[in-house]
């Protein structure tokens, strides 16, 4: 394949993280409005241009109060800083279609240099003779790294909200001309 842009097909691919909660157990979340700027070789992304934005106003915990709350100053304060932004800046081959991907995210008006690990899944053509590709991405944050930091402590010691985010991406994209 050559170069090319690709627009990401977000009915087929999603935005996931979990956290962890109480310190026993982790609760998992969505984000369904997300877009993104790729121009790549899917079977050589080590040139490739991205830009992942996620919108953080659709969030999706399965609860709505949570989600509200995650809305507010408190953590993402969506009315000031309403995207999360990730900009590759340096894609590594790791071997077989696995790559290390180094960039710059954007979150609560701060940036931190991020790496996620990607995997190229693989081409195909849809039913309608369009160019697909997929991706899946897995990395973590430190919620705390972007001044998101609310938190209560427990009486039996510990705090309520971990501070890792681990987030995986499944992403399928259409060439796009």
């Known amino acids: ?25 982790r609760v998992k979340g969505t984000f369904h409005t997300f877009e993104a700027d790729i121009e790549a070789n899917p ?3 080590t040139t490739a241009s991205i830009e992942f934005r996620v919108d953080l106003g659709s969030i999706d915990t399965r609860n709505a109060d949570r989600d509200n709350h995650l809305r507010s100053g408190d ?12 900009t590759a ?8 279609g696995d790559y290390r991907v180094t960039g710059d995210l954007l979150l609560n008006g701060l940036t931190r240099t991020e790496t996620f690990v990607v995997t190229y899944e693989g081409s195909g053509k849809d039913p309608w003779g369009n160019d ?8 973590a944050i430190l919620r705390s790294d972007y001044g998101l930091t609310y938190n209560s402590a ?17 992403l399928e994209a259409a060439a796009s001309a």
Do not use: C, R, Y
């Open 132 to 139: 697909k590709v997929g991706f899946s991405a897995k990395g």
């Open 154 to 170: 427990l009486e039996t010691g510990g705090v309520l909200i971990g501070d890792e985010v681990k987030i995986a991406i499944e």
């Open 75 to 86: 953590f993402f304060n969506v009315e000031k800083n309403p995207q999360m932004v990730f």
């Open 89 to 96: 800046k340096q894609i590594v081959s790791t071997g077989s």
């Open 43 to 45: 079977e050589d992304l």
């Open 1 to 25: 394949m050559t170069v090319q842009k690709w627009a990401v097909d977000a009915g087929h691919s999603s935005v996931d993280f979990s956290i962890k909660h109480m310190m026993i157990a």
